[in-house]
């Protein structure tokens, strides 16, 4: 068992999500960073989308109560060995410490934490409230069953943290002046402190729209720019909602959407647009 | 049917007919790496497994679906009959916008059968289309802060019922006690896309 001291600014427990349900109003959620939540299970040989701890900005206080092996990676946090698996004897004290650079840690221990699936997944929702509550002080983790899997000493890879996400135009760019893409690649754009699991708000030279008002409403994805009326670009996150009528100028590759995750109010960003013809 | 681009997991596909939007989905369902697709106002947002399939492909794919589906006589189906209470606190209001009484106001929105088009705002939450053109009003300037579970409102081209107390800015006609979102239930949601339903008072 691992008792919470203290949960940090924001940790909840986050898995692969509820992928594949959004048709009924289920967003996604799960971890905003997978790569760093499948390299922390694939370290203390657990299943690549056990639910792990999501740690915002650090902060988290952990006593572990009975013998662990716990990896910890994503925003690497001072004080603790990164990407590595770590035996922890019982009655262990482990603190993360705010990182210097990136915003999400992971914590993931041998045999996953035992809790309650709702619609196949342990995440917590910010936005609908599906799945546990975030953690808070006093709460008590029970630790899984010990998995088939063995523990990894390859630290292999970690989280990358470089400020560029690759986009690809549309599909509401003809929404948009004829600049707009141009001005998207080429300005630096600020991530807002209101930032969150269900956006990665922007701030930057507003994206001037050649259309006024709003889209019937249209199913999104994580990774979307979405564009408010005030020009100014989201990146939406796992918890957003699944539909909306901001026009959506570009999306981010799949694979640059753990870097998203990582943004933390003050970085810099810049996007590379490609465009895409389908055919 | 325009095809566009969103990312490299998804295209988002705009048939030139509104309604062909479900008879598209239950299409593509079948087509080799399509992992969902999820229905809105006017398109269809199509995932797929980017190691199986690429946008032209899907987009080949849907071509000869959209075709299939224009073929395919509509499926006979069942309706989800609600009961519900007409005593909503906008009833009076919208009957005055669309000039009719109360009693006119519920007969009318009583009469029609209703298509889920598609689900959103939250988990649950049923876009229902078919609502009498007469009968669409705009949603209120200000959105309540609560409104209570199993509220069936209307506003623009749709009606619904809010599976939970939410925040919201449709027009509330009345309430139902019908379970929308149960989690021990698969699926969840009781008015997933495509599911008929009619209103019935009580």
Known sequence: MIEVLAPGPLTALQDGGRAGLAAL????????????????NRLVGNPPDAPALEATFGGLDLLV????????????????????????????????????????????????FAVEHVLGSASTDTLSGLGPAALRAGDRLAIGPEPSGRVSSA??????????????????????????????????????????????????????????????????LPGALQVPPDGRPIVLGPDATL????????????????????????????????????? | MIVRPYGDTAVLVEPDDPAAVLALREAVADVAGVLEAVPAARTLLVRFDPAVAT?????????GALAAARSRPPEPSVAVELAV???????????????????????????AVYTVAFCG??????????LEPALQVARLASPRTSVPAGSVAIAGEFTGVYPRSSPGGWRLLGRTDADLWDLRRTPPALLAPGTRVRFRPR
């Open chain 1, 25 to 40: 109003g289920v967003p996604r959620s799960g971890a905003f960073d997978r790569a760093a939540l499948r390299l922390a």
């Open chain 1, 65 to 112: 109560h009975d013998a662990a092996t716990v990896a910890i990676t994503g925003a690497p946090c001072p004080g603790l060995d990164h990407a590595a698996p770590l035996s922890l004897p019982a009655g262990t004290r482990v603190r993360l410490g705010v990182p210097p650079r990136g915003l999400r840690s992971y914590l993931a221990v041998r045999g996953g």
């Open chain 1, 155 to 220: 630290s292999g890879g970690g989280a990358r943290f470089d400020g560029v996400l690759r986009v690809i135009a549309g599909p509401r760019d003809d929404w948009f002046e004829p600049g707009a893409l141009g001005l998207l690649a080429s300005a630096a754009w600020t991530v807002r402190a209101d930032s969150n699991r269900i956006g990665v708000r922007l701030d930057g030279p507003p994206l001037a729209r050649t259309r006024a008002g709003e889209l019937p409403s249209e199913a999104t």
């Open chain 1, 243 to 279: 539909t909306g009528g901001y026009p959506v100028v570009a999306v981010v590759r799949d694979s640059d959407l753990d870097l998203a995750g990582q943004l933390r109010p003050g970085d810099v960003v810049r996007f590379r647009v490609a465009a895409q013809a389908i055919r």
């Open chain 2, 55 to 63: 946008a032209a492909t899907v987009r080949a794919a849907l071509d």
């Open chain 2, 85 to 111: 209470r007409y005593d909503g606190a906008d009833l009076d209001a919208v009957a005055g916008e669309v000039g009719c009484s109360v009693t006119a106001l519920i007969e009318r929105h009583t009469a």
């Open chain 2, 121 to 130: 705002f939250s988990p649950g939450f049923a876009y229902l289309s078919g």
